[in-house]
């Protein structure tokens, strides 16, 4: 006697995607019963890339696209909102291609970064140009010549003040020192210092 399976509403503890459990036709599924379920969304793996397979119960149970009674109290309804968090994104995702596109970036960035440091030095033509080049790709345009001149003048201004700042409490410093030198030398000429 073949066990008859429990119908419940499932879905994938990875990506989120309810399972429903059906024949298959086409991949010749005849959807017997079964207690470990495989997610249906192809793009649902571990990071060995096997599809998701679990199992809810230690009994038999098969996915439905919702139960015949809803309870009284009840607040959410299968399909009625979309999956759980984990959402693995679909391949032609906007999101999924933005993160194809910065990663892809980074990576570029980082050889550069390698590179500079494996040589110890830094040039225009093996890192600059690509650096600019990896920026562009990544939708980082960067600013003209003369905003960019613009601003690291402004910079430079910032690190002269700066400087000048250094500059004053050096001197301030040294009128300190030589105040106390001469408290020293007081001290000493009056027999109160060793
Ligand atoms: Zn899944
Ligand atoms: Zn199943």
Request: glycine share 6%; charged share 25%.
């Amino acid at each position: 006697m073949s066990p008859v399976p429990i119908p419940m509403v499932l879905h994938c503890p990875r990506c989120g995607t309810q399972h429903i459990d059906a024949p298959d036709p086409e991949s010749g599924w005849t959807n017997p019963p079964h207690r470990s379920h495989l997610c249906g969304n192809v793009e649902c793996q571990d990071d060995q890339g096997r599809r998701t397979i679990w199992r809810p119960s230690e009994l038999f149970t098969t996915g439905v696209a919702r139960l015949a009674q809803v309870g009284s109290s009840d607040t959410w309804q299968p399909s009625a909102e979309p999956p759980a968090p984990n959402v693995v994104l679909p391949e032609r995702s906007p999101l999924r291609q933005e993160n194809q596109r910065l990663r892809e970036a980074l990576t570029k960035i980082n050889d550069i970064r390698n590179d500079i440091v494996g040589r110890q030095t830094i040039n225009w033509s093996a890192h600059i140009y690509p650096l600019v080049t990896a920026l562009h790709e990544a939708g980082f345009e960067g600013l003209g010549y003369d905003e960019a001149r613009r601003r690291a003048l402004t910079l430079l201004d910032a690190v002269k003040r700066l400087d000048n700042v250094a500059l004053a409490l050096r001197r301030m410093l040294d009128t300190e020192k030589r105040d106390l030198a001469a408290l020293d030398e007081e001290l000493g000429r009056l027999g109160l210092l060793r």
